[in-house]
């Protein structure tokens, strides 16, 4: 008896010593401690419910917005967390450059702050949004009806604007740190509907998503530490493709 439980005992120990080398190794290959620590804080995060137009981060951004001034010959970055991390103006030694992105937006939060940037008859806007509908399931045609909205909004009430439209960008869901349903077909087939809008609204579509992806159409892991927001090296060649179009006067 007392052998069964010392052999019980030692295979379970070493199970235990197993998955804990295991485990060690996964966690070294990701980053040691530093990924642990930020795979908990945005499990944290994310067990929230998704940003709306109520969320605290929309409403602080937007209340600041609305007290800012934009020109009409400012160059509006509009989007969601992948254009408000970028340091646009420094990287593109511009002050004309306004920042109007906010994390965790969709196309319809987009739509619910327009009348402050159409207003003031900008010089360019970049539009980058969508990701975030597919992250929470919201339809394509919805999407897209969403885009044409926004779309005609410029088109009609700010018609000496600059619109340009940047294709949504590749995930690496090798890489992202919580479950997603989101993949890059869905991304893709957005990105091809986003360019005929474009064309038909004779509005630019800049094409951001090759540059970034791999082979198999997966964000480059050089760009990305959670497969989804970029680091600092992603947002270079974002800005060498868009240095033509934000220099061009």
């Given at each position: 008896m007392k052998?069964?439980?010392v052999i019980s005992l030692f295979i379970s120990l070493t199970f235990n010593c197993l998955?804990?080398?295991?485990?060690?190794?996964?966690?070294?290959?990701?980053?040691g401690l530093p990924y642990l620590f930020d795979y908990l804080s945005r499990l944290t995060k994310n067990n929230?419910?998704?940003?709306?137009?109520?969320?605290?981060?929309?409403l602080h951004q937007t209340s600041q917005f609305e007290l800012l001034t934009i020109n009409n010959d400012s160059i509006i970055f509009l989007g969601d967390s992948l254009t408000a991390e970028g340091k646009w103006s420094e990287l593109f030694a511009n002050p004309k450059i306004k920042n109007r992105g906010i994390g965790g937006d969709t196309t319809i939060g987009v739509i619910a702050r327009l009348d402050k940037i159409i207003e003031s008859q900008p010089q360019k806007i970049f539009l980058m949004i969508g990701v975030n509908?597919?992250?929470?399931?919201?339809?394509a045609n919805t999407v897209y009806n969403n885009y044409r909205t926004i779309l005609e909004r410029f088109h009609q009430e700010t018609p000496t604007t600059k619109v340009y439209i940047q294709s949504i960008l590749p995930i690496n869901k090798k890489l992202v740190i919580y479950p997603t349903a989101a993949n890059n077909q869905q991304i893709s087939q957005l990105n091809s509907q986003?360019?005929?809008?474009?064309?038909?609204?004779?509005?630019?579509?800049?094409?951001?998503?090759?540059s970034l992806a791999d082979e198999e159409n997966n964000l480059k892991p050089i760009y990305t530490h959670d497969g989804i927001h970029?680091?600092?090296?992603?947002?270079?060649?974002w800005k060498e493709i868009l240095a033509e179009y934000v220099n061009d006067d």
């Open positions: 052998r069964i439980i998955f804990t080398l295991l485990g060690g190794i996964f966690l070294a290959k990701r980053g929230s419910s998704p940003p709306s137009l109520t969320s605290p981060t929309y509908d597919i992250y929470q399931g919201v339809s986003l360019k005929q809008l474009a064309a038909e609204f004779s509005y630019t579509y800049v094409d951001i998503f090759s970029l680091n600092g090296q992603g947002y270079r060649p």
